[in-house]
């Protein structure tokens, strides 16, 4: 028995995506996304980490270790517990119960992009949805800081711009050995190309907080 669905085509696709809010339409993607869970099947996504040194990439941690590469996207939209569910029962629901299901995914000139046997079935049934893993975002900016602490790595602010302010222990301790000794001619409103840590945590009922970590004070 098979189930053929017409799932990529880029109508759907969009809809998708604009659930995550990426504006896209490339039906290549949500197929990545779907080939991404066969192979995480019931491991935990643990964290999702992005560079823009590597804008066009992101890592995904897993529970076992191990770590996969994928296209930004593709990563962002493989981390979000929604679209699992909703790739869950896709694939998995409308097959319970058949003998020797099959699962195949359609492009909108009816070419095969995607099958998967009833072994890569049972991995899609065992991923995990109701977890969504922190979004730890590598990025370089120019800030100043608002509060310092020569004697060790916490106790320093940053401003980010007019409205923002944000505790971030200080990571660099090159710099901070620098700046504790010349603290005289050290000023804590001079800008600084710095590289931050962000890590975006969302509850539940979807709303955001974010910690901030230094790493590295470039100049």
Not at 89 to 117: C, M, S, T, W
Not at 131 to 136: F, N, T, W
Not at 188 to 197: F, I, N, S, T
């Amino acid at each position: 028995m098979e189930f053929i669905a017409q799932l990529i085509n880029p109508e759907l696709a969009k809809n998708i995506l604009q659930a995550l809010g990426i504006m896209a339409s490339s039906g290549a993607i949500v197929g990545g996304v779907f080939k991404a869970l066969r192979e995480i099947s019931g491991k935990e996504i643990i964290a999702v980490y992005t560079s823009d040194e590597h804008p066009e990439f992101a890592k995904l941690e897993l529970s076992d270790g191990t770590t996969m590469e994928l296209p930004k996207d593709e990563a962002l939209l493989t981390a979000s517990s929604a679209i699992r569910s909703h790739i869950k029962q896709i694939v998995a629901a409308p097959l319970y119960h058949r003998d020797e299901p099959v699962f195949k995914i359609l492009n909108g000139a009816d070419e095969l992009e995607l099958n998967f046997n009833e072994s890569d079935i049972k991995a899609i049934k065992e991923v995990k949805t109701q977890s969504l893993p922190p979004k730890i975002d590598k990025m370089t900016v120019t800030a100043s800081f608002s509060q310092v602490n020569f004697e060790g790595n916490t106790g320093w602010k940053i401003q980010l711009d007019e409205k923002t302010i944000v505790t971030a222990p200080l990571l660099d301790d090159s710099f901070l050995n620098q700046v504790s000794a010349n603290q005289q001619s050290f000023k804590k409103e001079d800008r600084y190309k710095m590289v931050l840590e962000v890590t975006t945590y969302t509850n539940d009922l979807g709303k955001e907080s974010k910690k901030y970590k230094i790493l590295q004070v470039l100049s």
